[in-house]
């Protein structure tokens, strides 16, 4: 979940390399660190805490390059301290690294190939790299780094400076992104190929093995038997360029109030004239008719409940068997998919790591996969045989917004899709659907205005809470756990989310006086049984609010507090019946002071195991 960046060019690489890091700071931020060749000497610069604090110490010791490797990090092996921060250089000083990933026999190789444990200066996995390195160093880069990653188990992607090649910059990855690149800047690598947008106009992706030797002005990629390479480039994303806050607060503000438009742009690029089309879906009528037996979503966090809403949009219309499986769950699983299966994978980043195994899985297994992500040519795309992207734009804030909504868009497209494919709903019945999906970004942007006052006083009534309950029923199930998620990533109130059937089995003994109890219950034949629930918790001295698109139900003995939100198909209605929740938990983390955009311990874009 680290980031790396490197540069090699004319001019003093650091700036870029700052620049980089703020960009990847979606990816960690417990601490960032750079390494410079100047003149003779490798300059190392690191600090605790976010890229600001990298910064004033840069500022304080000016350190010049046209070398410079850079490192924000999410903490794996070792505390989140400045120790701890990369870049890591070994016992004799000749390689400096920086590393995104885990080294799972970090231990063993250290103790069997170095053995003197006074030489380390970390708790850190990736410092057994460097040592590694110089142990084995034959005075070619190439052959060391190729003898050295080939003992490695887990994941790396590695930026790597030789002291004997001051004008060299080397790179390696294995089941870590990362990529080069060569413009009129400079030459770089990163975690990222959005994070190079305005450095460079296109990228290549180095992949498992490969080694790449990066001079200014000239990029040499091997195989990790050292032949030479001719690679595909593929063009950087130029709309990941971060406009700021605009005016807002906090990132997160901003995107909440972006998801119309994200769903707007998403949904004009798959529906036109009325009709779904999806440019890299290769499904075929005869497949989609006759060979399509069920469908499983596969993601983690937030996507995988956008998954399970597509599970029960699928059900009901498509009359398909379908299911949401957690990708780090699925991935060791027995895994019962096969030719006959649409596996969809759902990633914000396009390179969230169980996702992306899963995804493996599921195609060695002979599943027809299909990814829904939000980055061109990101891993889980590119191993896809088909994919649709989502154009929710650059997401800052870590706590998703705007791309969970337009991921929702796109799974209901594809679900109407399918079902008028497959004959189930007639074309009459699917331009309805469409219709009312074209209509979607409207209601988004009103309800987000029509229920922001409700939210601010809502969190009053919250941002002192020990504990929050939410429950709901069917698609309602899936955004309480959603809801319940936000909630606690970014307030650090704990919050639990329950399918409301379930509270007679065990869960409502958590019940006691004042405890806050949440329902969010959509317009359905299950609405009258979530109201039953709540009249249970408030039986039990709970304090009740309903968040629903009902526009006869009142407040009542039952029922302390309502947030409506507007109607439309009860199929589409986790796109609209979420939008109070991000608003309440934003307001209840500011009015308890959390960094929103930042919360402790999280990363945007999950790499590692």
Not at 195 to 209: E, K, N, T
Not at 220 to 235: G, M, Q, R
Not at 267 to 281: A, C, P, Q, R, T
Not at 574 to 601: E, F, H, W
Request: hydrophobic letters at 40%; one cysteine or more.
């Amino acid at each position: 979940m680290c980031g790396i960046i490197g540069r090699i060019g004319e001019g003093n690489s650091v700036s870029y390399v700052i620049e980089g890091l703020k960009r990847l700071e979606y990816r960690g931020y417990d601490s960032a660190g750079i390494a410079v060749v100047s003149g003779e000497e490798i300059i190392q610069c690191k600090a605790q805490g976010n890229i600001s604090y990298l910064e004033e110490k840069i500022d304080n010791i000016k350190p010049i390059g046209n070398l410079c490797i850079g490192h924000t990090r999410w903490a794996t092996h070792g505390k989140p301290n400045e120790k701890n921060a990369h870049p890591h250089s070994s016992y004799d000083g000749m390689f400096t690294i920086v590393h995104n990933g885990i080294i799972e026999n970090s231990s063993k190789l250290f103790n069997d190939i170095i053995g003197n444990r006074d030489v380390l200066k970390s708790q850190t996995d990736t410092e057994v790299i460097a040592h590694l390195l110089s142990r084995y160093y034959s005075g070619k880069p190439l052959d060391t780094i190729a003898k050295v990653t080939k003992i490695l188990e887990g994941s790396f992607a590695l930026g790597i400076i030789c002291k004997d090649f001051p004008d060299t910059l080397f790179c390696t990855a294995k089941a870590s992104p990362l990529v080069v690149a060569r413009g009129k800047k400079g030459c770089f690598i990163a975690s990222d190929s959005g994070v190079l947008s305005g450095f460079a106009d296109r990228y290549l992706s180095v992949s498992d093995g490969e080694i790449a030797a990066i001079r200014s002005g000239e990029i040499t990629v091997f195989d990790s038997c050292l032949n030479i390479l001719e690679k595909k480039s593929y063009l950087i994303d130029s709309n990941y360029t971060d406009d700021g806050k605009q005016g807002y607060e906090h990132y997160m503000m901003l995107e909440i109030k972006q998801q119309g438009k994200a769903v707007k742009d998403t949904l004009s690029s798959i529906i036109e004239n009325n009709d779904i089309f999806f440019e890299k879906v290769k499904l075929t009528e005869e497949y989609i008719r006759n060979g399509l037996k069920s469908i499983v979503f596969i993601a983690c966090g937030s996507a995988y409940h956008a998954g399970m809403v597509g599970k029960n949009v699928v059900e009901s219309l498509c009359g398909i068997n379908s299911s949401a499986e957690i990708a780090s769950e699925f991935r060791y699983s027995k895994a019962l998919v096969d030719s006959s299966t649409l596996a969809v994978f759902i990633s914000q980043s396009g390179e969230t790591a169980d996702t992306l195994a899963a995804l493996r899985v599921a195609k060695e297994k002979g599943a027809k996969t299909l990814s829904i992500v939000n980055v061109k040519e990101s891993a889980i795309a590119k191993e896809s045989q088909s994919v649709i992207y989502t154009l929710a734009g650059r997401e800052v804030s870590v706590a998703t917004t705007k791309a969970n909504s337009a991921q929702l868009a796109v799974i209901y497209a594809l679900a109407i899709y399918i079902a008028e494919k497959r004959g189930v709903i007639s074309s009459g019945k699917a331009s309805d659907y469409k219709k009312e999906l074209l209509s979607l970004p409207k209601k988004i942007d009103e309800t987000v205005s029509n229920t922001e006052e409700s939210a601010k006083e809502m969190a009053k009534l919250l941002y002192n809470q020990q504990d929050i309950y939410f429950i709901g029923r069917q698609n309602s199930y899936a955004v309480s756990l959603e809801a319940s998620l936000k909630m606690k990533e970014i307030s650090y109130i704990h919050s639990e989310a329950y399918a409301a059937g379930e509270l007679k089995h065990g869960t409502i003994s958590l019940i006691e006086q004042g405890t806050v109890v949440i329902a969010i219950a959509h317009n359905s034949e299950v609405l009258q049984k979530t109201l039953s629930n709540i009249a249970e918790v408030k039986a039990r001295g709970a304090k009740t609010i309903l968040i629903t698109d009902n526009k006869k139900i009142e407040k009542n003995g039952e029922i302390d507090e309502i947030i409506r939100v507007d109607t439309t198909l009860k199929e589409f209605s986790p796109s609209l019946l979420v939008l109070p929740m991000q608003l309440v938990s934003y307001y209840t983390a500011k009015l308890r002071g959390c960094d929103i955009d930042k919360p402790k311990n999280l990363a945007k874009s999950v790499t590692v195991e």
